[in-house]
């Protein structure tokens, strides 16, 4: 049978029942929040989850450190963050404050640095929990940090969190769940730190060589498209390609030339051995270099070559090619020849001209000078026949003053007039000349001409004219006095192209010393002479106008011959 | 008339997050809103909300308050970082606000506000009243109110919180932040009407502790024992470290009410908290007077659920068909992430939200989680703890 209570002991079991009806709530709550703890680290893990998946979509570090920051708290759930970041490289530093009051910033970035510093750790997470006795001066309650990472040598970061103070009792305490949960975020960062920093080395290669391709297309635009010829030939000056210009200059085309050196078709015997030292000292010290020198193209066609070699280098300063520009200066080489032939022909004219101006003026003056004595002593003279004396005296000096002027303007015109060519009886022409120049002979002298054939020339008639006259007339003037055997002999024969006219005399001849000096302008040979002097030297300009050439040979005493070479058709010649 | 744009958000970084929330709630015309509502859990720095909002949107009224965690169309975060917003265009309201409120003087601060408030605005039709939820008299701030606005003019709103600590809480009313303040925003758009309904799912289990001492709010005695220690031995906690974050999950005190209330309420009993304590004195929600019996309570996992079933389909029937323009909800911070796991306290707010939806959109909304809630009972308004309570403004 149960036992039956009394009423105070029932009131009393009631009391009990009671209280273990909500202490059963109690013990259910536990498990309650035992449950949400549980739930909650899921949610943190979800959220360490959530910054893995949106820190590796970031490219740049300064998105990332933010993120890194903002994540501390999220997922330590911490008040503070505090991210330190140092590019070395880049001598760029950061310092992100997560959860602070723009006020507070100073203090509570100094005062977890002042932790830090001093509480510093080689490896691993560090938590701080400053002490209550000194929280008046203290504005953080906890702190806890990780030692310096370092991302490779340029990159490290640091990350702390916290909780103040002031908002400590909100958040949970920094302890062991929270340090694991700061390892693991930590170990996160370095990772994807690592990659964001290796992707941004790989992207910034990736612009360096997309910048090069571009870099190098407009090269190759530029090295295709040059009117200069370009080569790339490897270290050891081995064609690895040539440009369409090279090609054309040459005529080499680049499949004949790769892998050649060169010199090995492109010199020419002729190229100058001071040049081919000068290029394979530089090429052999790895120096740029720039010569002009004479390369001999595909056909065997000589022309010159502006050579301009530049080594090239690869980062590590290895060298690794030669560039070379090459450019076709013939014409401005044969310019440049003709330039200077030019000025040898001017600096001669400018000679001829101060002899010129020296001699026409004494040649003009002196027979004028004699004119004004001349009629000094007409005016003074009574006597009739002297009078007459002195006026055929300023006569003869009127003639030569006369003669002066007109060889003068003789000269002038041969060098001003152009070539005309004409057809005309060589044989003919000197015929006509014996006859109008025999009143000069005062005694009988024989003049003769000889010719092979009918000498007919194309050649300008009038410098032709000139030409023998001022010959004949030299052989008859200068003839041997009172010599009755004087003769004055002209051979005419043709040779190829050319007609060969020898004009012998018997007359003075004329001494070694002279011959070299006859046919300058103005000189005398002969004391006994009466010209000009300018004959001879006009004769030589004719000849040299006619592309022809004159000969002069004598022995003093014997006679001369003079002779002549004229080219049929001069202006071919 | 007065339009209501809603958006919440989880971010670290309290300037994104206004930002954010501004962005996803008007798109690019929240430089134009005129009224920001901000609810913001513990972990964000509310001078900077006010700040950052006050930037962007710089002819807008702005308050704040801090919560355990907010819900909106977004669905339900409890975090230290979340952000919830409700911001409002139209100028057919007024706001007042008091700092340094506290349990002795709710009544007179409330007045002067609500007397402010109606001579700011003729037409009010509706009051949203935000206090802090520590040493707060509630029932007296209600009693203010209703003197100035009559008791037919429907009192909504919470009281704010901290992470359950019991620490502190936060109100922010354009560019100042108070930690014992309290606001009062007045509807005053004709086109609006409001239905609130409060739920708690709890049971009330075993004997009553009876107020055997007290003072205005304050509870300083149980059945002749210090009121603390008594509450704590009858909790299984007497002998540890406890403080309200122990008490609060478990300690709902419940007020036995009228047959005729109970119907309409679903329960016998209207729950109350205990914030704070000074020693063994206990900050109550409201005024208690001596000889109340208390009971504790136990919670009922499928009796939440139907209630909330109930008090929604009460509120939409109450609507006739007209379509929610804004949800104002306040929710016990008790009966968040510490009652109920993650999966079912979304498949409850699912389950509060769906109804309200039109043409498959969730209306503009705007849910804490605090320590209190305001919503009519037996026609009067009436504060709340431990409850759901839902605020539709409907036209």
Redesign the interface.
């Known amino acids: 049978m149960p036992h039956s209570l009394n009423p105070e002991e029932l009131y009393q079991k ?2 009990d029942l ?2 273990r ?9 536990e498990l ?2 035992t ?2 703890q549980l ?2 680290e899921l ?1 943190l893990h979800k959220r360490l989850l959530k910054f893995n998946t949106e820190a590796l979509k970031l490219n740049s570090e300064k998105e990332f450190i933010q993120l890194v920051a ?2 501390v ?2 997922i330590c ?1 911490t ?1 503070i963050a505090y991210v330190y970041f140092l590019h070395k490289d880049r001598q760029e530093e950061e310092r992100i404050l ?2 602070v ?1 723009k006020k507070d910033e100073a203090a509570i970035v100094g005062e977890i640095e002042k932790i830090i510093h001093y509480h510093k750790t080689a490896h691993g997470i560090k938590v701080v929990h400053q002490s209550t006795e000194h929280t008046e001066k203290n504005v953080l309650k906890s702190c806890m940090f990780s030692s310096t990472i370092d991302i490779g040598s340029d990159v490290s970061i640091l990350l702390a969190a916290a909780n103040s103070n002031e908002k400590a ?3 949970p305490a920094i302890n062991d769940r929270s340090k694991i949960l700061f390892s693991i975020f930590v170990q996160q960062v370095e990772a994807i730190l690592s990659n964001i920093i290796t992707a941004q080395q790989n992207r910034q290669q990736m612009h360096t060589i997309a910048e090069a391709q571009i870099e190098l297309k407009k090269l190759s635009l530029i090295a295709t498209k040059t009117k200069s010829g370009v080569i790339i030939s490897d270290k050891h000056g081995r064609i690895e390609w040539v440009n369409n210009s090279f090609e054309q200059t040459t005529g080499f085309k680049l499949e004949e030339v790769i892998g050649k050196k060169p010199k090995e078709f492109l010199q020419s015997d002729l190229t100058s051995l001071e040049d081919k030292t000068k290029m394979a000292n530089a090429l052999a010290a790895k120096e740029s270099v720039e010569v002009t020198v004479l390369n001999k193209s595909k056909s065997g066609h000589h022309y010159y070559n502006q050579l301009a070699i530049t080594p090239v280098f690869d980062e590590k300063g290895e060298h690794i090619n030669f560039i070379a520009l090459q450019k076709d200066i013939t014409a401005e080489e044969n310019y440049k020849k003709e330039l200077i032939q030019k000025n040898t022909e001017l600096e001669k004219i400018n000679k001829e001209l101060d002899q010129f101006i020296y001699s026409i003026s004494h040649d003009l003056r002196s027979p004028l000078l004699s004119i004004k004595g001349l009629l000094s002593l007409i005016e003074t003279s009574v006597d009739e026949n002297e009078t007459k004396l002195y006026h055929g005296l300023i006569g003869k000096s009127v003639g030569r003053l006369d003669n002066t002027i007109l060889e003068i303007l003789e000269y002038s015109r041969n060098s001003r007039v152009d070539v005309y060519r004409d057809e005309f009886n060589l044989q003919n022409m000197i015929e006509q000349q014996f006859q109008d120049l025999s009143y000069i002979a005062e005694e009988g002298i024989d003049l003769k001409v000889f010719s092979d054939s009918s000498p007919i020339i194309f050649s300008d008639k009038t410098r032709v004219e000139t030409l023998l006259k001022n010959l004949i007339s030299n052989a008859i003037k200068y003839r041997k006095k009172n010599n009755f055997t004087s003769f004055v002999h002209v051979k005419i024969r043709r040779e190829g192209e050319v007609y060969v006219i020898d004009i012998i005399d018997n007359g003075e001849g004329i001494s070694e010393l002279n011959q070299k000096r006859v046919f300058e302008m103005f000189y005398r040979a002969s004391s006994s002479s009466q010209g000009t002097g300018l004959g001879l030297a006009m004769c030589q300009e004719i000849v040299k106008k006619l592309n022809g050439e004159i000969k002069l040979t004598s022995q003093f005493g014997e006679g001369t011959t003079i002779t002549l070479i004229l080219p049929n058709n001069p202006l071919n010649a | 008339m007065l339009h209501f744009y809603s958006s919440s958000t989880r971010m ?2 309290t300037r994104r997050g206004v930002q954010e929330c501004l962005e996803s709630a008007m798109g690019n015309n929240f430089h134009d809103s005129d009224l920001l509502i901000f609810h913001a859990s ?2 964000h ?1 509310f ?2 909300i006010v700040d950052e909002a006050a930037q962007l949107a710089p002819n807008a009224r702005i308050v704040a308050a801090s919560c355990c965690g907010v819900v909106g169309r977004e669905g339900v975060s409890e ?3 979340d952000m919830a917003l409700m911001a409002v265009k139209g100028n057919e309201f007024a706001l007042e606000s008091c700092n340094n409120i506290y349990g002795h003087n709710s009544y007179a601060k409330t007045l002067e506000m609500a007397k402010k408030l109606h001579a700011a605005k003729p037409g009010i039709n509706m009051l949203y009243f935000l206090a802090s939820g520590i040493d707060v008299d509630n029932d007296k701030c209600i009693e203010a109110l209703e003197e100035v606005f009559g008791e037919e003019v429907t009192i909504f709103g919470a009281t704010s919180s ?2 359950m ?1 019991g ?2 809480s936060f109100q922010a009313v354009d560019q100042n932040v108070y930690e014992h303040g309290a606001y009062v925003i007045g509807f005053a758009d004709p086109s609006l009407k409001v239905e609130t309904q409060a739920t708690h799912g709890f049971v009330a ?3 009553p502790l009876v107020v055997t001492k007290s003072e205005g709010h304050i509870i300083q005695e149980f059945n002749g024992n210090p009121a603390w220690s008594e509450y704590l ?5 007497a002998g540890k470290e406890a403080d309200c974050v122990d008490t609060i ?2 300690g709902a005190l419940g007020e036995k009410l009228s047959p005729e209330l109970s119907k309409e309420y679903g329960n016998d009993h209207l729950l109350r908290a205990v914030t704070k304590h000074d020693g063994e004195g206990m900050h109550y929600a409201t005024t208690i007077s001596e000889g109340t019996e208390l009971w ?1 309570t ?1 919670r009922n996992e499928d009796l939440i659920f139907s209630e909330m079933d109930r008090i929604v389909e009460e509120i939409t029937k109450r609507m006739h068909g007209k379509n929610a323009v804004a949800v104002f909800h306040a929710d016990c911070l008790a009966r968040g ?3 109920f ?2 999966i079912i306290k979304e498949e409850l707010v699912n389950r509060m939200q769906y109804p309200f939806y039109s043409n498959s959109e969730c209306p503009p909304w705007l849910g804490m989680y605090g320590f209190g809630e305001f919503a009519r009972l037996g026609g009067k308004n009436t504060f709340h703890n431990y409850t759901t309570a839902l605020y539709v403004i409907y036209r």
């Open positions: 009631y009391l009671q209280l009806v909500t202490r059963f709530s109690s013990i259910e709550q309650i929040n449950r949400e739930d909650h949610v903002e994540s708290i999220d759930e008040q997560e959860g009051r009792p909100f958040y | 670290v970084n513990i972990g720095d001078q900077e975090s230290m970082k901290d992470n600590k620490h502190v289990i075993g004997e031995n009858r909790l299984g906690l999950p478990i504790l136990t992430r510490f009652l796991n993650r």
